[in-house]
């Protein structure tokens, strides 16, 4: 699957903190994603939409949650709040 980087341009300074969140959000998210894997894995086709529809937004909405928690912790260690 090819990656997207969405049109956004970074600067060296900026390219390093992705690199560095990205390890931190991967890290922090494994549980999360663990959750989807066997979340998908348990449902039946027939099963796919629906319920688990929702059942999946949540972690993701979750998962984006604590992105940004997480991006806001380590800016406030930096004292770099932007």
Known sequence: ????NLGIELTPEQEAEALR???LLT???KEDVRLLARTMASKENRRLLGETEFEIRDVVHGMGAKAIQITINE???KGVLR
């Open 27 to 29: 890290a922090a998210m």
């Open 21 to 23: 969140l990205e390890e």
């Open 1 to 4: 699957m090819a990656t997207r």
């Open 75 to 77: 800016r406030s260690k």
